[in-house]
Every structure is written in C-alpha cells, then in structure tokens.
C-alpha cells in the first residue's frame, strides 16, 4: 500500500524557519518525482515545489522562491523542504504528493494527509 | 503562468442526478488535464488524468473529456459519496495550475 505521511508542522513566528519532511512507503521511491502542495485553511489548492526523481531537476513557486528548498534522500525513501522567512501568507496544509511520468508534466497521484503550517506572532 | 478557471463554484444536486463541471485554461494545454476530488478534512484524490482517464479504483460514473482550452467532468448518477469539492489541475507546463475548486453540495 502506497503510503505518503508528512510531519513537521507546527506553530512559528513570522521570519522564522521550518522543516517539513515526508516519508514514503509502499512503492518505489526513486522512480517518482515529488512535490509540495499547499492549501491555506479554506481556500484552493496552490503547488509549491517539485524535485524530479534523481534530485537533479527542481522547481518552485515564484511565491517561495529563495525562501524554500526542497530535497530527497532515496536511500531514506523521505523528502524534505526547508522553510526559511516565513511569512503570515505562508500558513496552509502542506501536502507532498508523488507524480509519475516526467517531471514537467506533474500529475499528483498519492498524497500525504497533509501537515499544518501556521504563521503567526 | 497559465491560469485554470472552474465553473460553476458551487453547485447543488441531488443522489442520483448527473452532474457537469467545467474548467477553461487561459491557453491551449492539450490534453494535459487533472481532475480531483477533495473531501473535507482529507487529501485530494486523483479522479482523472490526462483529460479522459480514470486513475485506478475511480468508480467508471466519472468521466472526463476535452481538449485545447475547454474541459469538462462529468459524474453520472450521484451517489453521497460524491459530495466534495473538485479542482482541475494542468500539467502542461509548469508550474502546474489548478481551478479555483468547484464544491457539490447536497440538495
């Protein structure tokens, strides 16, 4: 069974920083890309960060850009994304999800239960 | 950036009554379309990819169609557990876009 499960989530002061990560299961890790979608409490969906299965490839939101990075380790079957500067706006469900096929072309077929950000002083 | 537009925001239906959702691309994306599904509280759920096909487990009452810039979904004879709210997603380029969500509500 395919199991996507995020932690690190938490309550932090704006400017701060976060580290997110996830953990995979249930398929094989290195044939997938990864992402990061976002979903502030009540509203839509917005993607936030991808890195193609082999980590050489990455691409981010001009929303986050310079201020995330996102990371994996295939021997650790986990994927990581460092917040730095957080802002109010940055608060939301954080999902990481897996995309088969190429990395341009994300569909998200397996998502995590999501983790919850929250920016606030 | 290619912005995604659903329609209608909401919607009220009935068990049993068929249901449309469209989505328009501000370009033409092929047929490089996602449909999910989301319940409150839960992670979305693939529905549809590639514009017409059904992922994997996805009851065969979802259907989907369209291609360049017009989209639509397509639940045929609602069941309760279809009550939710749908978003349309292109990955024709990135960085992938989604609608704005479409929620089904109970009439």
């Known amino acids: 069974e395919v199991q996507v499960v995020e932690s690190g989530g938490n309550l932090v002061q704006p400017g701060r920083s976060l580290r997110l990560s996830c953990a995979a299961s249930?398929?094989?890790?290195?044939?997938?890309?990864m992402h990061w979608v976002r979903q502030a409490p009540g509203k839509g969906l917005e993607w936030v960060s991808g890195?193609?299965?082999?980590?050489?490839?990455?691409a981010y939101a001009d929303s986050v850009k310079g201020r995330f990075t996102i990371s994996r380790d295939n021997a650790k079957k986990s994927l990581s994304l460092q917040m730095n500067s957080l802002r109010v706006e940055d608060t939301a469900f954080y999902y990481c999800?897996?995309?088969?096929?190429?990395?341009?072309?994300?569909?998200?077929?397996?998502w995590g239960q999501g983790t919850l950000v929250t920016v606030s002083s | 950036d290619i912005q995604m537009t659903q329609s209608p925001s909401s919607l009220s239906a009935s068990v049993g009554d068929r249901v449309t959702i469209t989505c328009r691309a501000s370009?033409?994306?092929?047929?490089?379309l996602n449909w999910y599904q989301q319940k409150i509280g839960k992670a979305p759920r693939l529905l549809i990819f590639?514009?017409?096909s059904l992922q994997s487990g996805v009851p065969s009452r979802f259907s989907g169609s369209g291609s360049g810039t017009d989209f639509t979904l397509t639940i045929r004879s609602l069941q309760p557990e279809d009550f939710a709210t749908y978003y349309c997603?292109?990955?024709?380029?990135?960085?992938?876009?989604f609608g704005q969500g479409t929620k089904l509500e109970i009439k």
């Open positions: 890195i193609s299965w082999i980590g050489d490839t990455i």
């Open positions: 249930g398929f094989t890790f290195d044939d997938y890309a």
């Open positions: 999800a897996k995309s088969p096929g190429l990395f341009a072309e994300p569909q998200f077929d397996d």
């Open positions: 370009q033409s994306i092929s047929t490089y």
């Open positions: 997603q292109q990955s024709y380029s990135l960085p992938p876009t």
């Open positions: 590639a514009a017409s």
